[in-house]
DNA sequence: TGAATATATCTTGATGTCAAGATAAATGGA
DNA sequence: TCCATTTATCTTGACATCAAGATATATTCA
């Protein structure tokens, strides 16, 4: 009997013609978002970073040499909006993570690539990163971690797939 | 191959000494947030409300008659912080969903109530919030479902306790 | 009783986010 | 060629959130 099990027993007795079957696993997704991005900062923030910083350096770092995108490609990789990507390259620019020059072949757009500073801390704190989520993760066997993967998987792609033909 | 497929894949690529396995169960977490939140605003729009304003009514309303509790009782349900509270409850006394009265018994507290506006307003909005929960879900079946629940009920579990004993 | 401590809530300042609109450059057709 | 449209990015303004500190009241115990 955990909180949300003790907030759909409040629902029950409260609103019995509403079937909150869902709302268990629903809850239980948000709380542990909660969760990880807690402990997730926690291994951020012994790198001056934030998670924003990390997922913009992270990204850039995983695409490979040059180790430079775009920021359209970064709000692509990121899902954040163009507003926002703009403030979190301002700060990494600022902090010397980031460069930010104007592409030679189209003049509206610009390349963001990592200074050496920017590899170097974002090498070392995705290595810490990775083995914090291991931690995390501690408490399921290989085979329970291999069915919650293939649930999780199932049911993001049915939810791309109704955000896609919403657009319509 | 999904977008999580896809940043595993480069983190194998450009990090082989790190072991990415749990990250796709962490992703996957994380952007089935941030599509379940998006789909709950769209119905909590309807009625005027974001996330935050809908937290708070629905624990008032799920609490029972007299559907009022204390900041630090709404505090412990939505695991906020006590700043973010004063913040919803002025937004919330604006619109006349809740009034918040000192507490005869407690000079240093107050007492939060559903209005008849507020009461109104959020049994609409749940039934809907329900109906929309059962639509996200459809893509599991009920075995399924019930067999997630408990994985992330088990993991969410650890991570509490990971919390707690982390005080010490 | 009084002082020290604990509790409840609010205030302040820094971040981070989004939506909508502005700006500038590229592209596609007439 | 040149205008209309599209694309890439930045700007602005409104919120929401947190951490840290302020304030007022309660409680504890010497």
């Known amino acids: 009997m955990d909180k949300v099990d003790r907030i759909l027993a409040q629902w029950r007795r409260e609103r019995p013609d ?24 926690r291994v951020f923030k012994k790198y001056d970073l934030s998670l ?15 180790y430079a995108l775009s920021p359209s490609e970064l709000i692509d990789w990121t899902m954040v909006t163009s507003g926002t990507m703009t403030n979190r390259l301002d700060r990494l620019e600022k902090a010397g993570l980031i460069t930010r020059q ?33 931690q995390m993760l501690e408490a399921l066997s290989a085979e329970e971690l291999e069915q919650l993967d293939s649930l999780l998987r199932k049911w993001l792609a049915a939810m791309n797939s109704a955000e896609n033909s919403e657009d319509s």
């Open 18 to 41: 509403l079937d909150v079957t869902q709302m268990g696993v629903i809850g239980r997704i948000g709380r542990l978002r909660s969760h990880l991005s807690a402990a997730h900062e």
């Open 52 to 66: 924003a910083s990390f997922d913009v350096l992270a990204t850039l770092r995983r695409s490979g040499p040059p």
């Open 102 to 134: 104007r592409n030679p072949e189209d003049g509206r757009g610009f390349v963001i690539a990592l200074t050496d500073k920017g590899f170097e801390l974002i090498d070392a704190a995705v290595t810490e990163h990775v083995a914090n989520q291991h």
